[in-house]
């Protein structure tokens, strides 16, 4: 059984439902496995170190989680159009696994929860994808010969899936459309159909 990654930090809850689509994508596929992580947040002010286990949720990831992976799919709610700071802060500290190549020539895929429409989903997504491309993963997007990414009129993007989770009550975001399932669960089938074959 080989795992697929799936690494997000997610404050309200959109980005870890997205992660949840995801996974279900990376298990249809025989053989693979979804490994779910997410990251400590990060304050400005001082850096206190985070409880060893998290409160509710998936655990946080280590970089023992990275050299096990045969892919990898990060997820990110957007911040000013950027990803957001705890999983860059993690990010930033792989330099080791950077300089020993654990990562390159492995299968990656990038996903997205925003507040809005046009706030900047594109651009977040492709932030996620530059530290990938300098670890040497192939990068995995989706194709339009998935009609959802067509007829969606909520998330998702050729880049990676997204939701967009609107602007009321941030702590009752709403819940993903037909089409931001789809096409999530298709991101984690793409990228574990490719780690697949790169291992066979
Ligand atoms: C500091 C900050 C910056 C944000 N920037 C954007 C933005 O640029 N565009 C946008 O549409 N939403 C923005 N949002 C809203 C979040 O991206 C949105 O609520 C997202 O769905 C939250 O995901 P989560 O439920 O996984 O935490 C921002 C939120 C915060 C706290």
């Known amino acids: 059984m080989s795992e697929i990654l799936v690494l997000f930090y997610s404050r309200h809850g959109s980005t870890a439902e997205l992660a949840r689509q995801v996974c279900r994508g990376v298990e249809s596929?025989?053989?693979?496995?979804?490994r779910l992580?997410?990251?400590?947040?990060?304050?400005?002010?001082?850096?206190?170190p985070a409880a060893a286990v998290p409160d509710s949720g998936p655990p946080y990831a280590t970089h023992?989680?990275?050299?096990?992976?045969?892919?990898?799919?990060l997820g990110s709610p957007t911040r000013f159009g950027n990803m957001a700071a705890p999983l860059k802060?993690?990010?930033?500290?792989?330099?080791?696994?950077?300089?020993s190549g654990v990562l390159a020539g492995k299968?990656?895929?990038v996903f997205t929860s925003t507040q809005t429409m046009h706030g900047g989903q594109e651009s977040t997504l492709l932030s996620m994808m530059l530290p990938l491309?300098?670890?040497g993963m192939y990068l995995v997007g989706l194709p339009f010969t998935e009609t959802a990414l067509s007829t969606t009129t909520t998330g998702g993007t050729p880049y990676g899936a997204t939701h967009v989770a609107g602007t009321a009550d941030k702590a009752a975001p709403r819940k993903l459309s037909a089409d931001e399932?789809?096409?999530a669960q298709l991101l984690g089938k793409r990228v574990a159909e490719l780690a697949a074959k790169l291992h066979a």
């Open 29 to 34: 596929v025989a053989g693979m496995s979804a």
């Open 37 to 48: 992580r997410t990251v400590p947040a990060v304050t400005t002010t001082v850096e206190t």
């Open 64 to 73: 023992d989680d990275l050299r096990a992976c045969s892919g990898l799919i």
């Open 89 to 99: 802060y993690f990010l930033d500290g792989t330099s080791s696994l950077w300089l």
């Open 107 to 109: 299968p990656a895929g």
């Open 133 to 135: 491309l300098h670890h």
């Open 181 to 183: 399932q789809t096409l």
